[in-house]
């Protein structure tokens, strides 16, 4: 085999991407099928190999599938504006500001149960009590 046609396992190690996945976003379509060795086994080139690292730093980003596959046919066609980029990057980057939001919240819930815990026995814990009336209070409970 050649550098241009290196089976699913060297591929994987290389761009990060597992053997597993690489089959999936073939399955997906993110992925164009490649082309097959006389054993029908697949050959990556240094192309598909750039193309796994991408969809790897993408996902790496919180990119969605489909947003990963609509920045895949922007970059497969480097002429146009990069003003549909630019447009799935801010949705990317306002769901990540949505959940620094529910985050920063979550850790000043837990640093108040945390500063309320007596440190005592667990019948007096103030951590097991919030979490008690937390469920009681989201009807989690009936």
Known sequence: MSQDDLPI???ARLSGVKAPTIRYYEDIGLLPPPPRTLGNRRAFDAARLRRLSFIRHARELGFEIDAIRALLKL???????????DTIARARLAEVDRRIVSLSALKLE?????DECSRGTVAECRIIETLADSAHVHGRLT
């Not at 970059?75 to 549909?84: N, V």
């Not at 837990?110 to 945390?114: D, G, S």
């Open 9 to 11: 396992g060297e591929a």
């Open 75 to 85: 970059q497969d066609h480097p002429d146009q504006s990069c003003a549909s980029a």
């Open 110 to 114: 837990l640093q108040h149960m945390i």
